[in-house]
């Protein structure tokens, strides 16, 4: 396991001046949504878009049919928000995992959330679940955010038995539990060849089907986990130091540690539960933009929840054009297809982060 030094003052430079970057990437977002929303097979852009938003609002006089304006604003629009969302949730949970971990290398599924909620969606599939709905939300998300919890409530035990002594024993308690629960969902597999394929295809994430009930479900969340790492930034800061370093200046480190770690588990369970799993997003959006902004992490928390946003839907855009006759690839293949030799490219060009300095 790598610990993060200090970060170099070339590095601090470098993220002075890219102060204008989180300002493109906030402009950048929403134009990215408009245009994924004008994409499907039934012929409206995203200018029908515009005209149905301006409709609702009362800004235009009604020209499109009922069935085409919900098409446009509760299917396609709620899709591309919840991928923005789930994009921009993980991307954050990236930057504090990297951060508490003290290791560039760290991600959401580090710590054993992103399996835990694997098997609980898992076992709501083999159970016939999926299929249910309550309080206008499948059964499907709600066991897999119940999965999530459970990881984290395993993590924890696990790390509190060794002493809860640092991010060494956090990380080996998430990689424990992760391998437990990944053999879990190979086991499940193994006894119901029916539904290996359900089981498969969700595993490896997509935004199908997915409405405004999923939204209202997973916004609450990543808006919690945004705040309190944005709270605790300054700290976030300070803990590259090392706990000594970070106790000296008057950060209680184990508490900083162990708030961040929940909030960012729950905003990766809930983002999980709606999505399925989805890599390379919360490791690699965090790690490119450190290398572009420095170490600072209130303005990296920020500029990863909107390139992660930005991310995930323009990846959920080809996901959906890339097969003809209107099949879709699941968004997380999309994602490591491109993002894996992208990062690979990225890691040989720049020899700051070959060095794993970034």
Known sequence: MSRTPAPPASSVRRGRSHGWFPWA???????????????????????????????????????????????????RLSRVVLAALVGGGLATAGVVFQGILLNPLA??????????????????????????????????PAAAFAGALLALG?????????????????????????????????LL?????????????????????????????????????????????????????????????????????????????????????????IGFVGLVVPHLLRMVLGPSHRRLLVSSFLGGGVLLTLADALSRTLLPRGEELPVGVVTALLGGPFFCWLLRLDPLARRGRS
């Open 154 to 186: 395993a993590v924890h035990l696990l790390a509190a038995g060794r002493g809860y002594s640092g991010s060494g024993t956090l990380i080996l308690a998430g990689i424990v539990v992760s391998t437990t629960l990944s053999a879990g969902i190979s």
């Open 189 to 277: 597999k193994s006894l119901n060849e029916e539904s290996v394929s359900s089981i498969v295809f969700w595993i490896m994430g997509s935004f199908s089907g997915r409405g405004w009930g999923h939204v209202a479900f997973c916004a609450p969340y990543v808006a919690a986990g945004l705040l309190a790492a944005l709270w605790l930034g300054r700290d976030l800061d300070l803990l590259v130091l090392g706990d000594e370093g970070a106790r000296q200046l008057g950060v209680d480190s184990r508490r900083v540690r162990r708030v961040l770690l929940v909030a960012a588990s729950l905003l990766t369970g809930a983002c999980v539960s709606v999505s399925g799993v």
């Open 25 to 75: 990437l906030a402009a950048l977002l929403p134009l990215c949504l408009v245009w994924a929303s004008g994409i499907g097979s039934s012929g409206l852009g995203w200018s029908h878009l515009l005209r149905a938003g301006a409709e609702s609002l009362g800004l235009a006089a009604p020209t499109l049919d009922e069935v085409d304006r919900a098409i446009l604003l509760n299917v």
């Open 107 to 140: 991600d959401p599924y580090t710590v054993g959330v992103s399996s835990g909620a694997a098997l609980g969606a898992s076992v709501a599939i083999l159970l016939g679940l999926g299929g249910y709905t309550a309080l206008g939300l499948g059964l499907l």
